[in-house]
């Protein structure tokens, strides 16, 4: 087994489950409980396959040039990638290169410490406070680069726009990355600042709030000089990442302003809704700004939640790991969905 000594050896990420029994509720994985806007399905129909032949263009102008008119950015402040986790993974690549730790929360979304090993990048997580926030002091160190998620996942919890400005201000020799991936369900976002700070990148994605997790597109903006950083990397790596149906498809999602804001709205509405009724049976969870509650019951432990659930065919997510072993991240549904979600845990806890 010599060529082993070789072989570089990662843990990799762990995905939510992904049941393929029918009729179950599946509150997971954070995926859309709606379907895309009806322009995906229309633009779908108007894809010329003969074209499929040929190589998709490698700079997906269409998308970007739809992306760069919505957030009222320059194209060349725009970069494109198979769902954020490629864009988050290129932008480790490209810019966490330093001797310094990359900095990141404790709890926080589990790929970013699989991406530090796998580009061998050190890093350092910083725990956060008592109450899921970050704590701004940690970040004002000496450091390889700093990215979180905000809201962060999985605890849903949104920081102030301010105190962000104040870690990007204080690390201007770094490349600090935003993680937005769940801003459209309430948050703020700090895309604005990107004029102003060169060393800040703004990453985002179709998956969650343009429904569209299965045609795997995602974003960042920024200065345009980390663009161009970033687009150098990915054409060392894949220069055609983006594919025909993803960029046509994509662009008419974006073009359906209404439908993507009809959409989040349902979503923020329902689980406002639940929160409610998750409090009147003794939940308990922060004030999530995300698509998904963080929540843990005042008498009954999350794993057996968890089990209990999973039993009766409805699928949310637990970590025994510390921290968090007494919580569930609960995807919010349709509200036919919620109402069947809540109505097994009247029925479990009352008996």
Same mark, same amino acid.
């Given at each position: 087994?010599?060529?082993?000594?070789?072989?570089?050896?990662?843990?990799?990420?762990?995905?939510?489950?992904?049941?393929?029994?029918?009729?179950?509720?599946?509150?997971?994985?954070?995926?859309?409980?709606?379907?895309?806007?009806?322009?995906? %399905?229309?633009? !779908?129909?108007?894809? $010329?396959?003969?074209?499929?032949?040929?190589?998709?263009?490698?700079?997906?102008?269409?998308?970007?040039?739809?992306?760069?008119?919505?957030?009222?950015?320059?194209?060349?402040?725009?970069?494109?990638? +198979?769902?954020?986790?490629?864009?988050?993974?290129?932008?480790?690549?490209?810019?966490f290169n330093g001797s310094l730790p990359v900095l990141f929360p404790d709890i926080t979304y589990s790929f970013y410490d699989v991406?530090?090993?796998?580009?061998?990048?050190?890093?350092?997580?910083?725990?956060?406070?008592?109450?899921?926030h970050i704590r701004k002091e940690d970040y004002l160190v000496p450091n390889g680069g700093i990215i979180f998620p905000n809201p962060?996942?999985?605890?849903?919890?949104?920081?102030? +726009?301010?105190?962000?400005?104040?870690?990007?201000?204080?690390?201007?020799?770094?490349?600090?990355?935003?993680?937005?991936?769940?801003?459209?369900?309430?948050?703020?976002?700090?895309?604005?600042?990107?004029? %102003?700070?060169?060393?800040?990148?703004?990453?985002?994605?179709?998956?969650?709030?343009?429904?569209?997790?299965?045609?795997?597109?995602?974003?960042?903006?920024?200065?345009?000089?980390?663009?161009?950083?970033?687009?150098?990397?990915? /054409?060392?790596?894949?220069?055609?990442?983006?594919?025909?149906?993803?960029?046509? #498809?994509?662009?008419?999602?974006?073009? $359906?302003?209404?439908?993507?804001? !009809?959409?989040?709205?349902?979503?923020?509405?329902?689980?406002?809704?639940?929160?409610?009724?998750? %409090?009147?049976?003794? /939940? /308990?969870?922060?004030?999530? #700004?995300?698509?998904?509650?963080?929540?843990?019951?005042?008498?009954?432990?999350?794993? !057996?939640?968890?089990?209990?659930?999973?039993?009766?065919?409805?699928?949310?997510?637990?970590?025994?790991?510390?921290?968090?072993?007494?919580?569930?991240?609960?995807?919010?549904?349709? $509200? !036919?969905?919620? $109402?069947?979600?809540?109505?097994?845990?009247?029925?479990y806890l009352n008996n």
């Open positions: 087994m010599g060529f082993e000594q070789n072989i570089r050896k990662v843990e990799p990420y762990v995905a939510g489950e992904q049941p393929k029994n029918p009729g179950v509720i599946k509150l997971n994985t954070n995926e859309c409980p709606y379907p895309p806007s009806p322009l995906v %399905k229309e633009a !779908e129909g108007k894809i $010329d396959y003969e074209k499929l032949r040929l190589y998709p263009d490698m700079n997906a102008e269409k998308l970007v040039d739809a992306l760069a008119e919505y957030y009222q950015v320059k194209p060349s402040q725009v970069f494109v990638g +198979v769902g954020s986790d490629d864009v988050l993974s290129m932008a480790f690549l490209t810019f991406w530090a090993d796998l580009y061998r990048i050190p890093y350092k997580t910083c725990p956060l406070t008592e109450d899921f962060n996942a999985p605890t849903g919890v949104l920081e102030e +726009v301010s105190m962000i400005e104040e870690i990007i201000r204080a690390n201007q020799d770094v490349v600090v990355i935003i993680d937005e991936a769940y801003i459209d369900f309430g948050g703020e976002s700090v895309l604005p600042l990107i004029d %102003k700070y060169e060393n800040l990148l703004v990453v985002q994605t179709f998956s969650k709030s343009r429904a569209m997790a299965g045609m795997r597109i995602g974003y960042a903006m920024g200065n345009e000089k980390l663009i161009r950083y970033l687009k150098d990397a990915k /054409f060392s790596f894949n220069s055609y990442t983006m594919n025909l149906p993803s960029i046509e #498809m994509g662009t008419a999602a974006v073009k $359906d302003d209404a439908y993507f804001k !009809e959409t989040t709205g349902k979503i923020i509405a329902t689980r406002e809704r639940v929160k409610k009724e998750m %409090k009147k049976l003794g /939940f /308990f969870f922060t004030d999530s #700004m995300s698509n998904f509650l963080f929540a843990g019951h005042e008498n009954v432990p999350a794993g !057996e939640l968890f089990r209990a659930l999973k039993e009766n065919d409805i699928y949310v997510r637990y970590w025994n790991k510390d921290r968090i072993s007494n919580r569930l991240r609960i995807t919010i549904g349709t $509200d !036919e969905q919620m $109402d069947r979600f809540l109505e097994f845990l009247r029925s």
